[in-house]
Nanobody
Framework: QVQLVESGGGLVQAGGSLRLSCAAS????????IGWFRQAPGKEREFVAATSWSGGRPYYTDSVKGRFTISRDNAKNMAYLQMNSLKPEDTAVYYC???????????????WGQGTRVTVSS
């Protein structure tokens, strides 16, 4: 089992920045990819970003490219999502996600965090 715990959400004005953190514990050696999803009120959960746990090319949804950056610290079993130039439409609950295989957009997530809320005011 792998446990994921997010932190860093909050209220920020449009144009501001936030950094989300995801702490992984348990059988972290089995995690090959780590990423972030979000779910806005009344909408389905959507992919935001993902990367290999060991480094490599990151993947982003088009709406966050150039504004969000995913990173990870293997030594600390941490993943991060740096969010800059935030917009009201970025308001959502953000979930950390882990895969036990290299990321592909058609692979289901193996583990989810509980989510952290981000609210961007206009």
């Amino acid at each position: 089992q792998v446990q994921l715990v997010e932190s860093g959400g909050g209220l920020v004005q449009a144009g501001g920045s936030l950094r989300l953190s995801c702490a992984a514990s348990g059988r972290t050696f089995s995690v090959l990819s780590i990423g972030w999803f979000r779910q806005a009120p009344g909408k389905e959960r959507e992919f935001v970003a993902a990367t290999s746990w060991s480094g490599g090319r990151p993947y982003y949804t088009d709406s966050v490219k150039g504004r969000f950056t995913i990173s990870r610290d293997n030594a600390k079993n941490m993943a991060y999502l740096q969010m800059n130039s935030l917009k009201p439409e970025d308001t959502a609950v953000y979930y950390c996600a882990a895969w036990l295989r290299p990321y592909r957009n058609d692979y289901p997530v193996d583990y989810w965090g509980q989510g952290t809320r981000v609210t961007v005011s206009s």
